[in-house]
């Protein structure tokens, strides 16, 4: 591995230059001399950031989502012009169905739009599938009597599949490898050097195509991954980082508050934490009640938080529980919630100022594809807490600008945790932007990114 000089670095607020070797920072100072150096990068006073992590996303989602259908600017004629543009016979994998936009959607109207088609149209949130008839007929959903599968009153499929992701994968017919260095390429441009995969995969070989990606350089991040229950024992394959057990309270389908203290024991037993997916009250009161049942353990944290009661927030500091935040949902989907959240959870929606306030840990996360993969919108997002219409979302009140970059900086294994730092014995990964960080963060943009350093390597150049 190659040694590197950033040369006249802002760190900390002060100017000086930063050594890299052997995937290390080793010095950081004034004048820590260029000799010997491989590389020598020029930063002109720009701050350098430890590389950003984005606590909660789904990698392999994200290099689907890139060679899919999108149907947010309107579903028919999306699915319509993807029929007639796509060769007979083949499937139309479409993303970002939202049904307030779109209007109930089942198999027989996806039948009318494109006619014999194996058509498959994710719901915006990941939760929901809805799949053709055809493409019902190809995965064998006439036949089998998976949870997740809606009837209607005749016992038919409606083509809605809840949470059937692992089983849908299972099924599908001539599937092409993932394109994960194009998503490599977007993180580094955003200056993220590690992500959580926070995905509730159900066996290890669903980590094969990320591990071989970070392997080969494709994938230019350190990744964490999580896995659902069934894993909690398993290991991951190498290079992959062993996150928390990902466990799903879904409204659809809600479980008991035994079998939410099972998961989390089970997990605790295996030495790992929880991640629990919890976007309603009655989701969090739920997580909540199992917590205080089986105790919690560091690195416990809930995901996405959607709404928070005022007096869940005490709970939450009282467990030592992170939260996990997705900032970006209320710029993107904000106007969405305030027609559609009942009255009494508008005011908690998407906590964050208040949980810290509170004494609650805070980390941030794009959810992608699910949310913008950019947690410099995020960012932005977390500070103004406005919706596309400019309406104020939640009660809260935004972070500050540099609180809210923290929400990215935090350790992996403790998001929202004691900000990473530029010093000596780090690993180098690294965030320069062309700015010094004061100037940046008036208007936090990745376009202020200049360069990312992972591991010490350069992974992406402005
Ligand atoms: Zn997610």
New binding site residues.
Partial sequence: MSSLVLRDAEVDGVRVDVRVEEGLITMVGPRCGVRGADVVVECGGGALLPGLHDH???LLSMAAAAASVDVSGGLDGAIRSADAQTLPGAAIRAVRYDEVRDGPLDRWRLDALAPGRAVRVQHRS?ALWVLSTVALQEVGAFEAEEEGIERDDLDRPTGRLFRLDGWLRGRLPGRVPPDLAAVGRRLASYGVTGVTD??PAAVTAYFEPIAGAVRSGALPVTVWVTGGPELSEATPPHPLQQGPVKILITDHAFPSLEQVSEGFARAHLAGRAVAV?CVSRAGLLLALAAWRAVGSVPGDRV??ASVVPPEAVASLCELSLTVVTQPAFVAARGDGYLAEVEAADRPDLYRCASLQEGGVAVGG?T?AP?GPDDPWVAIRAAIERRAASGAQVGSDRGLEPATALDLFLGPPEHPGGPRRRVTPGAPADLCLLDLPLRTALLEPHSGHVATTIAGGRRTYTA
């Fill in positions: 909660h996303l789904h990941g926070c995905t997916h995901e996405h996360s959810d699910f």
